[in-house]
């Protein structure tokens, strides 16, 4: 009896530890890294001015395609970065985390870009083209596509919004 008892023991043991090294190493993504996960899901579409759906996106078109998947931003409205803007200026925070918005700003802190953040380095947005960019061949001229570009690959100043703090 004694020795059934420590071999179930054992495989218990053995079994909780297999167990939590597959929790650990497939645990479910977090709403902040799917959310990162689904920018990532539309690196290469051409950039599209004025482009809100999977024909081709803006840059506002992208983060609002990822913010409706989230639930983060109402359904069957639109903006522009600078709308965005205005909508999460009450979650600004100085340090930048995955799934934050990175808005750039001009002097007179108007929102004239706004990509996803992939990390506190990188941006996933739709980047590279103007209102001249309306069809796949104008984006394959102009290089417009959604890319991941760091940060400091664009000039001007930054603000950082974070759609998903909890606590605002």
Not at 42 to 55: A, C, E, L, R
Not at 87 to 109: E, T
Not at 134 to 148: G, H, Q, W, Y
Request: aromatic letters at 16%; charged letters at 20%.
């Amino acid at each position: 009896m004694l020795c059934g008892g420590w071999a179930f023991g054992l495989a218990l043991f053995y079994l909780t530890n297999l167990l939590n090294f597959f929790y650990l190493q497939y645990s479910m993504p977090t709403p902040r890294e799917e959310f990162v996960e689904y920018a990532e899901a539309w690196y290469g579409k051409w950039y599209k001015w004025g482009g809100d759906d999977p024909s081709g996106f803006d840059c506002s078109g992208l983060a609002i395609e990822c913010l409706k998947a989230f639930d983060k931003f109402p359904r069957g409205e639109d903006t522009t970065a600078n709308g965005l803007l205005v909508r999460f200026a009450h979650l600004v925070v100085s340090d930048p985390k995955p799934g934050c918005l990175v808005f750039w700003v001009n002097p007179d802190g108007y929102a004239f870009h706004v990509e996803i953040c992939k990390n506190s380095w990188q941006s996933i947005g739709a980047s590279g083209g103007g209102s001249n960019t309306r069809t796949e061949s104008d984006a394959i001229r102009d290089n417009a596509f959604i890319k991941l570009r760091p940060f400091k690959s664009r000039i001007g100043t930054k603000i950082f919004c974070d759609p998903f703090d909890e606590t605002a």
